[in-house]
């Protein structure tokens, strides 16, 4: 079946760095992928949809220059959390596939900023 | 807009015995699909069970089967013979034309 590899599953990082989250679809070309925040016991909050070659769609409210995305190949999605401050700590997830069959999720990033 | 409302914050069921979890949509769409997702507390998403709209039979997937009412805009699921490995959160989604919507989430506990 369909595999989402998300990179890294946890990450620590000083107030004021960046970090970079990647998804990849390891066994199908993903023109789009999308990318999720989870808050503790919530549900997921849809923060941008990325699409393979163009610019990624944000949602209302998403920061377009605070959450980076880039959508370089067909297998391969980018978050970078710019500036990170410890109000971006929280669980970011991945998916691909499509919205009739259902998509495949990656495993998730904890983001803990300090 | 759409949107997908689980009024269940917190389910329990005892083990071996069979539980359902609500989920209601409202969407003005008539070509849609709904899911039920499992997130247990590894937080791996994962497909339980798929619904087409346009079908009327219910689907079912072993253990897992839905009761789908779509003029009530109903999409409920049950859990038969239920077992430890069955506590998690578990979400409802719509995907119609232009978005996939979560609902807020039900989590279930088994009792041994």
């Known amino acids: 079946g369909a595999v989402v590899s998300q990179h890294p599953s946890r990450v620590i990082c000083k107030s004021g760095t960046s970090v970079k989250i990647e998804c990849r679809s390891l066994?199908?070309?993903?023109?789009?992928m999308f990318w999720y925040r989870q808050f503790p016991k919530k549900s997921l909050m849809l923060m941008a949809t990325s699409n393979e070659g163009s610019k990624a769609t944000y949602e209302q409210g998403v920061e377009k220059d605070k959450f980076l995305i880039n959508h370089a190949s067909l297998t391969l999605s980018t978050l970078t959390v710019t500036s990170a401050h410890p109000e971006d700590s929280s669980f970011y997830i991945c998916?691909?596939?499509?919205?009739?069959?259902?998509?495949?999720f990656g495993s998730g990033t904890r983001l803990t900023v300090v | 807009a759409q949107t997908v409302t689980q009024s269940q914050p917190e389910m329990s069921v005892q083990e071996a015995e069979t539980v359902t979890l609500s989920c209601t949509y409202d969407?003005?769409?008539?070509?849609?699909?709904l899911f039920w997702y499992k997130q247990p507390p590894s937080r791996q998403m994962i497909l339980v069970i798929r619904q087409e709209a346009y079908k009327q039979q219910n689907a079912t997937e072993n253990r897992f089967s839905v009761n789908f009412q779509k003029a009530a805009k109903s999409f409920s699921l049950k859990i038969s013979d239920s077992q430890l490995g069955d506590a998690a959160m578990y979400f409802c989604a719509y995907s119609g034309t232009y978005k996939y919507i979560f609902g807020t989430g039900t989590r279930l506990k088994v009792l041994a």
């Open positions: 998916s691909a596939g499509t919205g009739t069959y259902g998509y495949t």
């Open positions: 969407t003005s769409e008539s070509d849609y699909y």
């Open positions: 066994d199908f070309q993903a023109t789009t």
